[in-house]
Structure formats: structure tokens, C-alpha cells
């Protein structure tokens, strides 16, 4: 199926799971195109943001009901990511013949504009925010969407395919949960950073995680690209045992032991090239990634040099907040698993104080343990499983940490531990939702904190 084809869903009749960001993005858009469209959240009515706005349209909103009590009679089920794989909802749309998309299954039916889609354990938003930042500086039109979030933008990629024309490029961002429920979807360009061990709370297996996201390739054909991490185990393996991820796209290799871009009309040497806010291993591969999908879309050296050059990274990625009294302070919220944890502090400027803990996704509080103990100073640790890290660290003959409990009280006493020379990072390895709705607000606490500790400095 080509992008725009499935225009009319006139006479269908759909319910929408999840009345969130997304899950309203694709009732308008469904509304639009003539479908009877119902919304339904667990959350009260009081709790939904988007409530009034679906009253304001027409669309029957079912706060506090998961789900209709019986599908018979839709046509079509569109479900939030936030909705787990062993909801019951899935069982009941099989048994009544239902299909499920995610929203950017509808995104990509509605859409006259080529996709770009990246995906990864991690690097997937920086890398996302970098290609459309790099099409940008070669002059191309594009909008950045997906399931980016912290920008300024924060477009769904339904919202953004609405308004995109087809000579314009989508630069989205997509998770495992959506391309999950993906079955037509399939971007021009797709991009995987790396497959490593995260959300297996949802997924159930570090398998079946890595087949979610291969399914970004599985429709693809010898008129796309894929453009792939070398070095990465977890792309190897998904591609070595076909199903979701054996597509049949070009694939292009970047890999951060041969940093090495063909561009149009010059090779370019990344590890050669100046890039201020994309500093360590990591940040090499997010940078090629990126450079590879200019290359295919014709950029010249000069303008992927410029792009790197002036890139200003993403918000709570490290992201660095300032400095007082000689000591750094850098918002790194969006490091939510252990891989993202090691990479972050491989990265950061030593001697290091680092505040981490949250809810741990994976099982994987030895494995935190084992990077702050290899890379940080002094830990202090907060949240649900900031205790259980703790332990783990004692457990290893580390003694330098501290359960603070609260992101408040590890400022505090950041500030009063850290000494000139040193850096502090918000690096929490964890999910945040244990304290607060999402990885952003976290990080805009941390900023705040940091900087009402420091409003009487200079």
C-alpha cells in the first residue's frame, strides 16, 4: 500500500483506546474522514486533557472504561501504546475479527508524505531530532513528530501527516508499542540505533521487544532503506532470525569503529567533524545514523558538517543546565534503562555525582548498580527502586550512596557534596512514573530545582 492510499473511512465505525495525545490526534483525523469515531480511557474525565476537546467535536468520550464491552460491530480498534500486549482487548478484537492499528498505522494510511522512521532502545530521540535538524540545513521541508517528545513541536505523526504535502518529509520518532500494531506501515527510510534489553515489563521477552521493533522494516521493499547499527547484537539478531524484522529495503551500515559518510560529493569523517552537543560513543552513532539518511536524500559534506555543528541536542537529554560555585549540572531524565545509564556516564565529564533511580523496567538493578559504581563518585538515589540500587551497590563495596528518596532532596544534597571541578547528572536509569507523569516533567523539576538552589548566585 502507498502513503495516502486509504482516505475514506466513511460508514466505519471506530473505537479509539486511549484518549491521550495520540489517541485524540487519530479520532479527528478518523472523524474527518467520515467515520463514527468513541473514545475510551481508564483515566476519569477529570484526568484527560483532551476530554473538552472531544466533546467540542462531537466524539463520544467513555471515561473510566477501558474498552467497549464487546467489539461486534466496529470496524476498526486504534490503541494507545500505553495499552499492555496482554490486555484483553486483543483477544476480544481476533475473536471478533477486528483489526488493531496503533496511531501511526493510521498516520501512515492518511499520510501523501514520505516517512522517515527511527526507532532504538536508545539514541532514537536524539538521532530523530539530528535528521530533521540535517534536512532542514540541506533545505528540505520536514516536520519532526512522532513519539518525540520534550520539543517544541510534539506533533503525533497523524497530526503531522495531515498537514504534510507529498514533496515534504515526516521525521518520526516510533516506539516498540506502536510498531507493535503496525500492519501496512512502512517508511521510505527507516532507522534502528540499537536493540538492547528495555521494556520487558511490557513485552514480556527481550524477543519479542526485538521483533516489535523490527516490524519498522517488514513492509518495506527494494525502493526503501533501512539504515542500520554494524555493531549492535540486537539488529544482527533480529535480522538473523527474519519474522517481523526480514525486509527486503536497501541497507546502509553506520557503524562507530569505521565513521566514515559517503556523501554526494565527498567522503566525510565523522570522528573529524566538529560536534558540540553530541559528545561520546554514542552520540558518533546517533550522528552517523542520521548522516546516512542525509546521504541518501543527496546531502553534500558541507551541510551535514554545518548541521552537526550547529545542532543544539534535545531537552533532558544530556542536557546541560549550568554551572555554579565551579560544578556542572546536567538534566539527563531521558536515560530510563541500564545501557542508557552506562552510555550517559561514559560520557560524562569525571569526577561525578550522579542521581538515579525511579522504577526499574527490566530487572535490572544489579546491572545499575554496576555502572555507578564503575563511573560515579557519589550516588544518590531516589524513587521506588532507588533502595533496592542501594543495596546493590553495598552488595559490591561501594559505600559512597545515599537513599534521598525524593528528586528534592538530592539536589539538596548535591549541592552541599559536590565540589568544584565535579559534575552533577540527573542520569535516573529508571522509568519516572513512580513520581511524576513522564521523563520530561522530571526533567523540568530537576532544572528548576537546580536552578532555585543557585537564584542568589551570580
Not at 467489539?71 to 496482554?86: E, F, M
Not at 513541536?153 to 516498540?176: C, F, K, M, Y
Not at 528528586?407 to 557534596?417: P, Y
Request: hydrophobic share 45%; aromatic share 8%.
Amino acid at each position: 500500500m502507498e502513503t495516502g492510499e486509504l482516505m475514506d473511512f466513511t460508514g466505519k465505525r471506530v473505537a479509539v483506546i486511549g484518549a491521550g495525545r495520540s489517541g485524540y490526534a487519530a479520532a479527528v483525523a478518523l472523524l474527518a474522514r467520515g467515520a463514527a469515531v468513541e473514545a475510551y480511557d481508564r483515566q476519569p474525565q477529570s484526568a484527560l486533557p483532551h476530554a473538552e476537546l472531544l466533546a467540542q467535536r462531537g466524539i463520544p468520550l467513555y471515561a473510566q472504561t477501558e474498552a467497549p464491552a464487546r467489539l461486534n460491530g466496529y470496524d476498526i480498534v486504534i490503541v494507545s501504546p500505553g495499552v499492555p500486549p496482554t490486555h484483553p482487548v486483543f483477544e476480544q478484537a481476533t475473536t471478533a475479527g477486528v483489526p488493531v492499528w496503533s496511531e501511526i498505522e493510521l498516520a501512515y494510511r492518511i499520510s501523501h508524505a514520505p516517512i522517515v522512521a527511527i526507532t532504538g532502545t536508545n539514541g532514537k530521540t536524539t538521532t530523530t531530532a539530528l535528521v530533521y535538524h540535517m534536512l532542514r540545513t540541506m533545505g528540505l521541508s520536514a516536520y519532526l513528530c512522532g513519539n518525540i517528545a520534550g520539543t517544541e513541536n510534539d506533533l503525533t505523526l497523524t497530526e503531522a501527516a495531515e498537514r504534510a504535502q507529498p514533496h515534504e518529509w515526516l521525521i518520526a520518532e516510533v516506539s516498540s508499542f506502536q510498531l507493535l500494531h503496525t500492519l501496512t506501515f512502512r517508511p521510505r527510510i527507516a532507522v534502528i540505533t540499537n536493540i538492547r534489553h528495555d521494556h520487558l515489563d511490557y513485552h514480556g521477552s527481550w524477543e519479542a521487544y526485538a521483533q516489535a521493533k523490527g516490524k519498522i522494516l517488514a513492509n518495506q521493499t527494494a525502493d526503501d532503506w533501512a539504515v542500520l547499527n554494524r555493531d549492535d547484537a540486537g539488529i544482527r539478531w533480529l535480522l538473523e532470525h527474519g519474522g517481523a524484522g526480514q525486509g527486503r529495503a536497501q541497507i546502509v551500515w553506520f557503524s562507530a569503529d569505521e565513521p566514515i559518510v559517503q556523501l554526494f560529493d565527498k567522503t566525510l569523517d565523522l570522528s573529524a567533524t566538529p560536534m558540540p552537543a553530541l559528545q561520546g560513543k554514542h552520540n558518533l552513532e546517533n550522528a552517523l545514523a542520521a548522516a546516512q539518511v542525509a546521504a541518501i536524500l543527496g546531502g553534500r559534506a558541507d551541510q551535514v558538517r554545518d548541521a552537526l555543528a550547529t545542532f543544539r541536542g534535545v531537552p533532558h537529554r544530556m542536557e546541560l543546565v549550568g554551572a555554579w560555585a565551579g560544578v556542572r549540572y546536567i538534566n539527563n531524565s531521558m536515560c530510563t534503562n541500564a545501557d542508557a545509564l552506562e552510555q550517559s556516564l561514559r560520557a560524562t565529564p569525571k569526577p561525578c555525582l550522579v542521581i538515579a533511580g525511579g522504577v526499574d523496567k527490566n530487572n535490572s538493578i544489579q546491572q545499575l548498580a554496576q555502572s555507578l559504581a564503575h563511573y560515579a563518585r557519589y550516588v544518590l538515589l531516589i524513587g521506588r527502586d532507588g533502595r533496592a540500587i542501594g543495596e546493590a551497590l553495598q552488595q559490591r563495596g561501594y559505600p559512597d550512596w545515599e537513599y534521598t528518596e525524593t528528586l528534592e532532596r538530592a539536589v539538596e544534597r548535591a549541592r552541599a557534596l559536590a565540589r568544584a571541578g565535579e559534575t552533577v547528572i540527573l542520569a535516573p536509569g529508571c522509568a519516572s512514573f513512580d513520581q511524576f507523569r513522564n521523563f520530561a516533567e522530571r526533567g523540568e523539576r530537576f532544572k528548576q530545582l537546580v536552578r532555585e538552589a543557585f537564584a542568589c548566585v551570580g
